[in-house]
Nanobody, 119 residues
Framework: QVQLVESGGGSAQPGESLRLSCVGSGFTLVDYAIGWFRQAPGKGREEVSC????????????SYAESVKGRFTISTDNTKMTVYLQMNNLQPEDTAVYYC????????WGKGTLVTVSS
């Protein structure tokens, strides 16, 4: 059974940092593109950052939404089947539910973790 479980959300003040984790099970991480998406209150779901593996193992390609470039970093630990999203210099507009999404041979979503940024 495929599962994606997010953690690491919470409350932060503007300028602070949080690190989100997404642990996958039931599939091979490098066979999939993995992304973090978010949905703010009253808005649609948007892509935040994605990583894919060009040769199935060590090489990876990353992309970021313009709004988070220079502040967020996506990374993976393939041995732990984990994808991280390091979020620095958080701003109120980063407030959202953050979802992990894996797509490739299948298409899977986690249940999300809430990030609230306010002073």
């Amino acid at each position: 059974q495929v599962q994606l479980v997010e953690s690491g959300g919470g409350s932060a003040q503007p300028g602070e940092s949080l690190r989100l984790s997404c642990v996958g099970s039931g599939f091979t991480l490098v066979d999939y593109a993995i992304g973090w998406f978010r949905q703010a209150p009253g808005k649609g779901r948007e892509e935040v950052s994605c990583v894919s593996f060009s040769d199935g193992s060590r090489s990876d390609n990353t992309s970021y939404a313009e709004s988070v470039k220079g502040r967020f970093t996506i990374s993976t630990d393939n041995t732990k089947m984990t994808v991280y999203l390091q979020m620095n210099n958080l701003q109120p507009e980063d407030t959202a539910v953050y979802y992990c999404h894996a797509w490739g041979p299948g298409d899977y979503w986690g249940k999300g973790t809430l990030v609230t940024v306010s002073s």
